[in-house]
């Protein structure tokens, strides 16, 4: 009889077998970059299907595809590719499925890298791109056209937390024949699962909580069966941007301890999120388990753990604490990047973001600077002793 594992056990064990030969419990670590072939074995991508022994690690290899069930499992997708970034992933799946003249809407506000590729690269090779405010879905009805063919979601989106309710724009943008991908890098499987809320794609930072220990980078898709075969022919194989197999076995190991981390994480944050709240200094704190989010419904609708992410405002010049913290801050890392065991702490000006990266109306700037004001400090609040990192912001705050 089947019976359906819970997340915990499936964060553990999915993917990995002891090994067949050694019987050694954990796994192997198989950094070979080819393999010893049958003659008869085809090498050509055309011929590339589910059964293909293993020819050459950008085609295929045991680490990676043991990482790559494991995300599938715990994300509840068909399957999984995992790629050398975030960046190769999301850059990747919007290359395959969009073709010149195709109309793509994207969140106003997102992850700085991929804004700045669909603001730049996209438009310059035809295709066309609108950004929406997606936390009203109402928007997104707005802004379909007859050549929409993807619509892509960040939630909770970087750096200023804002929300996406996914069930509601999945089902707007499958009416029109679009379809939907999200990026849950800030979610985490542990929180949000898109593709049972109706999305077709999810794509992960795997550098972020996934690996969770700032020490690999990586990416990956989830999705369908017959939309990642084409996937992994186009973009993997030939365009190549393969994730290295001993950056899958770290970022695996890290994601094995997934569920507790996210409990910890959520717990932290929590914590230092309410004090900030209280601190003089401190203008507005933006965390989706606070009361005070603005869609503090939705989320606790959409999201089983709030995650480690808070974001902040203070009175006074936010450039001049920032230099101020990059001195005195012990614990607390000011660093970029986020979701690792330590705790990171960035300064991202409102006036720089809409520069280099978002094209916004003045309508959604306005809605901008609700969130971010002239600039907010993006915590990752990591796995550290809450009161030592309490207690580094308020030396610094002093
Ligand atoms: C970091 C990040 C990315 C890009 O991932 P890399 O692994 O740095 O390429 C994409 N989306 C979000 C939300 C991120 O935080």
């Known amino acids: 009889m089947t019976y359906k594992k819970g997340f915990a056990t499936l964060a553990v064990h999915a993917g990995e077998t002891p090994d067949k030969i050694t019987?050694?419990?954990?796994?192997?670590?198989?950094?070979?970059?080819?393999?010893?072939?049958?003659?008869?074995?085809?090498?050509?991508?055309?011929?590339?299907?589910?059964?293909?022994?293993?020819?050459y690690t950008r085609w295929g290899n045991p680490t990676i595809t043991q990482l790559e069930?494991?995300?599938?499992?715990?994300?509840?997708?068909?399957?999984?590719?995992?790629?050398?970034?975030?960046?190769?992933?999301?850059?990747?799946?919007?290359?395959?499925?969009?073709k010149p003249g195709d109309h793509l809407v994207m969140s106003d506000v997102s992850y700085a890298g991929v804004a700045e590729f669909a603001k730049d690269y996209l438009p310059a090779r035809g295709i066309e791109v609108s950004r929406v405010d997606l936390s009203q879905p109402e928007n997104l009805r707005q802004a379909l056209r007859p050549t929409t063919r993807l619509v892509y979601a960040e939630t909770p989106a970087n750096p200023i937390l804002k929300l996406t309710d996914i069930a509601a724009v999945a089902a707007i943008a499958h009416a029109a024949g679009a379809r939907l991908i999200v990026d849950s890098t800030f979610a985490t499987p542990v929180a949000t699962r898109p593709l049972e809320l109706g999305a077709d794609f999810v794509v992960h930072s795997l550098t972020k909580y996934i690996g969770g220990h700032g020490d690999a980078i990586g990416g990956a898709v989830l999705?369908?069966?017959?939309?990642?075969?084409?996937?992994?022919?186009?973009?993997?194989?030939?365009?190549?941007?393969?994730?290295?197999?001993?950056?899958?076995?770290?970022?695996?190991?890290?994601?094995?301890?997934?569920?507790?981390?996210?409990?910890?994480?959520?717990?932290?944050?929590?914590?230092?999120?309410?004090w900030l709240e209280d601190h003089p200094r401190v203008a507005r704190v933006i965390y989706p388990g606070l009361a005070s989010h603005p869609q503090a419904e939705l989320a606790r609708r959409q999201m089983k753990n709030f995650s480690g992410m808070i974001s902040f405002q203070v009175k006074g010049?936010?450039?001049?604490?920032?230099?101020?913290?990059?001195?005195?801050?012990?614990?607390?890392?000011?660093?970029?990047?986020?979701?690792h065991h330590r705790s990171l702490i960035f300064y991202l000006a409102t006036q720089d973001m809409l520069r280099t990266s978002f094209t916004l109306t003045s309508a959604q700037e306005a809605t901008y600077r609700e969130f971010a004001g002239d600039g907010i400090f993006r915590f990752s609040v990591g796995l550290e002793d809450a009161a030592d990192l309490i207690r580094d912001l308020e030396v610094a705050l002093a």
């Open 223 to 274: 999705g369908k069966v017959a939309d990642l075969a084409v996937l992994r022919k186009e973009v993997g194989i030939h365009l190549g941007g393969i994730i290295s197999p001993f950056n899958a076995w770290l970022i695996m190991r890290g994601l094995a301890t997934l569920p507790l981390r996210m409990r910890a994480h959520e717990e932290n944050a929590l914590s230092v999120a309410r």
């Open 69 to 98: 069930q494991k995300l599938a499992e715990l994300e509840g997708a068909e399957a999984a590719i995992a790629f050398a970034s975030g960046m190769a992933a999301s850059t990747g799946l919007l290359l395959q499925f969009l």
């Open 317 to 339: 010049a936010g450039e001049i604490l920032a230099r101020t913290f990059a001195e005195r801050l012990e614990v607390i890392h000011y660093a970029v990047s986020l979701g």
């Open 23 to 55: 019987g050694a419990s954990s796994p192997n670590l198989v950094m070979s970059s080819t393999y010893v072939t049958d003659p008869d074995v085809s090498f050509s991508a055309e011929d590339f299907g589910e059964n293909t022994p293993y020819i």
